[in-house]
């Protein structure tokens, strides 16, 4: 596993603050930051934070993160990017007073999968990200979880893909996310075990 610098990125939507503190990055977001593309909302929302490298095929990234989740909405993962239209976020999301694991992708409109977990509060969170050339895995875990398969999803090859540490807070100004560490890591081998 390799650390990826934090000033090796380039901000989609630089928050409202951020800065490096004993090598981990803290993030205070915007207020009605998000992403999200019309599906069942209607609306379109495209200013969440985003810290993106390239991320190229055969290849795998993981973010570690923590905060405290009292919002809804509240969010905090891996945001994949291509372009306005075409995106994937991945992690966890504070909705309907509960901690949810999930991932939305999209193109051209949102699609949102999500499963509860609770016992994550309070947790440091693991999202990790393989892509092969058209397709992602995605998996999360905490230090006493074991990895837990999120998503497989398609993407389009044809486009270029970015990949980093994401934020964000719809509903207020100031959710506060340290992430504690950015990395490349093995892609998985299988889906499945």
């Known amino acids: 596993m ?28 915007a207020h009605e930051s998000d992403f999200w593309r019309e599906t069942g909302y209607g609306f379109i929302h495209y200013s969440g934070h985003a810290l ?39 992690g966890v999301e504070f909705a309907d007073d509960v901690l949810g694991l999930g991932a939305v992708v999209t193109d051209g409109k949102s699609d949102w999968s999500v499963g509860q977990v609770p016992e994550w509060m309070g947790e440091r969170i693991r999202v990790r990200v393989s892509r092969s050339s058209d397709a992602l895995t995605v998996r999360a875990r905490t230090d006493s979880d074991p990895w837990q398969l999120v998503r497989l999803a ?19 100004a100031s959710l506060e ?16 075990a």
């Open 154 to 172: 398609p993407i389009d090859p044809a486009l270029t893909w970015f990949a980093g540490p994401l934020a964000a807070s719809p509903t207020r």
């Open 52 to 90: 993106l490298v390239e991320f190229p095929p055969n290849t795998a990234m993981e973010v570690e993160f923590s905060a405290e989740w009292t919002h809804e909405f509240d969010q905090a993962g891996l945001l994949l990017h291509a372009d306005e239209a075409h995106w994937v976020k991945a």
């Open 177 to 192: 996310v340290t992430f504690h560490m950015w990395q490349w890591s093995e892609p998985d081998g299988a889906i499945h």
């Open 2 to 29: 390799t650390a990826i610098e934090w000033d090796s990125g380039t901000w989609l939507h630089e928050p409202m603050q951020h800065r490096i503190d004993g090598g981990e990055l803290i993030v205070s977001t």
